[in-house]
């Protein structure tokens, strides 16, 4: 574990603090992975474990041995024999061909902006894995192994978020992981920032030396914006589930009306997702037999439209998990190399723009929760709309109501949050730029795309924490105001999970600790939501 993860990790008390993960091993082969193999990994929940199949290692090795004997028999080969991008059209002689890949990694060396967190960097280490072990990368065994043993000892090379258009892939960020294998640049060592060789030599690793095409396979890939999406996604899916049981809670803050979900209404438009988030609440909110005159015939469209707002987002993700899945279990540099028929094939497979897609779409899906939990949250606030309950959700009576403000500003700081992940919004994939002198002509942007849709679901998250604050406050207000209001079972649990870890508020306080405290709960999931 890494000094910024045990930082996050040492605010918590100590029923917070997860145990420690009991490892898996993630097997690296030409067999398919998913999205949760990459969380698992960067958690630190599973272990990467390259095949030991001499099947497999034979396929890894034929690359490289077609490539070794291309190029004794003079043969052309792009990154390999010629520079690169534009420069294809420059032959490199042959006694320079040893030094092009060093070349590479270092004047890419470029990167800017924050580094990648520690379980970021071990996701991006394990994508371009997975790709690379697909057997069309033309590289050796040996590469793979110094990633394997890179992730097995966690040293993680410190890679800037920026630099990135998303074709040729990734290579600004991943030159960084080529040097480290080399031995050079820096990495994260038990939280500590070292020297590559430093760090290698202490391990008992010798740098490598890439070979004629390694340097190209390392980084003219997806690797940054798959990793990154496999995190967004594995965020995004849970975010389904909280945000239907907060509108389940804000439904019984609010008074609602729980016919607005009836099974049979919502078997007339027949998206799976949608029909899902309304089962869930269902679940949580069962209709009583009380007449309809005792409650508002139609609550206002955040209550009412919640499962055709969360569902669009529910709806969404299986196809981006096909999206996502497929990119992470393609060969996906250029040029591809083809040993069993002995041909080099030149395409754009680096390019990133099914990454892209998913992630602007993803961003934009997770945006309008935040909005909808937001107008929730306006809702609840306000004692025109809250059906009898305290302004602002303050607990506070007598004359102190006076001088308490309860919610006020958390309702702020949360449409603050909304405004920010809405403006984050706008598509990264269609600002493609020209660049490397008209050769990268068209570019995906799927890596500003992933980190993009990682700030959006920063941003909601915050808003969650605020919405968990708010409705339980909202349904303790309720069931205060109304002695014969109890929640259902599913409900009842949550204000007891919530309750050990966010006090009622009936004077005014501080609330970022109890904001910052819910995040670690909803990054961790800690809260298992439905079944």
Known sequence: MHLAELKELSALPASLTPPAPRQRAVLFDQGRLTIEDIVDIASGAAQVALSDAPAFRAAISRGADFLDRL????????GVTTGYGDSCTVNVPSELIAELPHHLYTYHGCGLGELFSPAQTRAIMAARLASLSKGYSGVSVGLLEQIARLLKEDLLPLIPSEGSVGASGDLTPLSYLAAVLCGEREVWRDG???GAAEALATAGITPLRLRPKEGLAIMNGTAVMTALACLAYDRAQYLVRIATRITAMASFALDGNAHHFDATLFAVKPHAGQ??????????????????????????YSIRCAPHVIGVLADALPWMRESIENELNSANDNPIIDAENERVLHGGHFYGGHIAFAMDSMKNAVANVADLLDRQMALLVDSRYNHGLPANLSGAEGPRASINHGLKALQISASAWTAEALKQTMPASVFSRSTECHNQDKVSMGTIAARDCLRVLQLTEQVVAALLISVRQGVWLRCRLDGAARPQQNLQQMMELLAAD????????MLEPDLRRLLERIRLKQWQLYE
Do not use: C, F, S
């Not at 988030?277 to 206002?300: G, I, M, S, T």
């Not at 966010?502 to 306080?509: F, P």
């Open 71 to 78: 190029l004794r028999e003079d043969g052309t080969i792009y």
């Open 502 to 509: 966010i006090a009622v508020i009936q004077e005014d306080r």
């Open 192 to 194: 500590v920032k070292v």
């Open 275 to 300: 029909q899902q988030v309304a089962a869930w609440l269902r679940q949580d909110l069962p209709v009583d037999d009380a007449p309809r005159n005792q409650k508002r015939l139609q609550d206002r």
